[in-house]
């Protein structure tokens, strides 16, 4: 079946102007978490989303960082006014969210921004 | 104190060599714990969890040790397809799981 989808797989942006980027989670994965790689550093977490409830925004580095999900299924994480610092690769991952014990993540191939 | 440390390498190996990485965790209540894989510009993906009797699967076995607070991944029979950056997965204590900066591994022909 389809795995993690995400798009654009490239973005290049001007300083200051605002990006959207989506995610496509696998059909019927009820978690969905956005992280964030840095050239030669560890995922950083972002932004958790679990069925309906409301979602995990600790993450989220400041408040140029908003992030949603629609019906459960497909998510945007937008940043505003974009800055150099935010050039990096946001990566998407699903799970099936149960309860009680670890879900495998799996990701999606990310979209590399490039803030100029 | 990083909540997950595990040391960048590179780690260049020969073919066929035994290779070992630690990652070491600070949060006590951590249950999951998890070794990934990740190719260069390419999404990380399991490679296998860690459990407490310690695990194998084919060439690669993971263990705890809760006392000290560590997981360690051996690979035996190293191949050029081992090549990647390993990324230690600890869990927080809660749904969130928090990632290592990983070890770099490079098998050389």
């Known amino acids: 079946g389809a795995g993690v989808s995400q798009s654009p797989s490239n973005k290049v942006t001007e300083k200051g102007k605002d990006v959207e980027l989506r995610c496509d989670p696998i059909?019927?994965?009820?978690?969905l978490y956005w992280y964030r790689q840095s050239l030669g550093q560890g995922l950083e977490f972002l932004i958790y989303?679990?069925?309906?409830?409301?979602?995990?925004k600790s993450g989220l580095p400041s408040d140029r960082f908003s992030a949603e999900r629609t019906g459960g299924s497909v998510s945007t994480l937008t940043i505003q006014r974009t800055q150099q610092e935010d050039s990096a690769v946001y990566l998407c991952?699903?799970?099936?969210?149960?309860?009680?014990?670890?879900?495998?993540?799996?990701f999606g191939p990310g979209t590399r921004l490039t803030v100029l | 104190r990083k909540e997950v440390e595990q040391d960048p390498g590179p780690f260049n190996v020969p073919e066929g060599a035994t290779v070992a990485f630690n990652c070491t965790y600070s949060n006590s209540a951590s249950q999951s714990f998890f070794w990934y894989r990740q190719d260069c510009r390419k999404e990380p993906k399991l490679l296998m969890s860690v459990y407490s009797s310690g695990n194998e699967d084919g060439r690669f076995t993971a263990q705890l040790n809760r006392a000290s607070q560590y997981i360690s991944l051996l690979i035996r029979d190293s191949k050029l397809s081992d090549s990647a950056t390993y990324l230690c997965v600890v869990d927080s204590g809660t749904y969130k799981y928090i990632f290592g900066t990983g070890t770099r591994l490079k098998v050389l022909a």
């Open positions: 991952a699903s799970s099936l969210g149960l309860a009680g014990s670890y879900n495998e993540q799996f």
């Open positions: 059909s019927g994965h009820t978690a």
């Open positions: 989303f679990q069925g309906n409830s409301a979602p995990d």
